[in-house]
């Protein structure tokens, strides 16, 4: 499809395991954002990524929380030792403008993460 | 420091009838840009509108409309004739210039009954 696609739209897990979460950025989009939403909540932000550098990471809780974009594409949201806490929907966006510079975000469908 | 307020945690309607959703932001920044966002039960947030700091005009998209005013922080949001299919969590964000973290606000569940 064209929009934003992550995988997988549901993971439960028990805590203390590692999870990967999979970010498939809309093509072309170079900015890519990664946000947490709990129950209830609105989305935070999480981290941010121009090209395959981290920009801007100071949303990430701790050093459990880890993100890579290698290709400056596809992107992967690591945790670490999963606590109860972490149970959340984890948004993934892209825009082709960062969105400082008035760039419209595209959110994916989010990844449903269930620690028990 | 920046802050997103929606202080309506849900509101319901009947089919037909107007209703407004509140959004107050807080920045000190003179160049930012506020959002109004639509997410529907499938989860993925669909972006409804974006307006810059420096234009206060209001906006009017078929049903929906927004009232801009910097003079009291405010963004809000009308929708006129309210459908079924509007019910959804809507929520307001805010960014500023300097950043690009987009700050949400914790959302308005606007239920509509036939």
């Known amino acids: 499809g064209a929009g934003v ?3 997988p739209s549901n993971k439960v897990t028990e805590k203390g ?36 550098g981290a920009a801007d990471d100071s949303g990430l809780p701790n050093d459990r929380f880890f993100a890579v974009r290698p290709e400056g ?5 690591k945790i670490q030792r999963t606590e109860r806490g972490d149970s959340a929907v984890y948004l993934c966006a892209s825009s082709l403008l960062l969105a400082g510079s008035s760039g419209e975000l595209f959110f994916g469908e989010g990844s449903r993460l269930t620690v028990l | 420091a920046q ?12 089919e037909k009838e107007d209703v ?3 959004c107050v932001y807080e920045t000190r920044d003179t160049t930012y840009y506020l959002f109004w966002y639509k997410q529907p039960p499938s989860g993925e947030l669909v972006f409804l509108i974006r307006r810059n700091s420096f234009d206060e005009q209001n906006e009017i998209s078929g049903r929906y409309s927004w009232n801009f005013q910097k003079s009291t ?20 964000a805010l960014i500023t210039h300097n950043t ?5 606000g914790t959302g308005t569940r606007l239920q509509v009954f036939p």
């Not at chain 1, 990967?20 to 072309?28: F, V």
């Not at chain 1, 954002?33 to 129950?39: D, G, I, K």
């Open chain 1, 5 to 7: 696609s992550q995988t």
């Open chain 1, 17 to 52: 395991k590692y999870v990967e979460l999979r970010c498939d950025p809309i093509s072309g989009h170079t900015a890519l954002y990664w946000y947490r939403q709990s129950l209830g909540q609105g989305p935070e932000f999480l981290i941010y990524f121009q090209g395959t």
């Open chain 1, 73 to 77: 594409s596809v992107s992967t949201l």
């Open chain 2, 3 to 14: 802050k997103v307020t929606q202080a309506q945690t849900e509101i319901s309607v009947v």
């Open chain 2, 20 to 22: 407004t959703l509140d």
């Open chain 2, 73 to 92: 922080s405010s963004f809000n949001f009308t929708i006129t004739a309210s459908q079924v299919v509007d019910s959804a969590v809507y929520f307001c």
């Open chain 2, 100 to 104: 690009d973290k987009l700050i949400f």
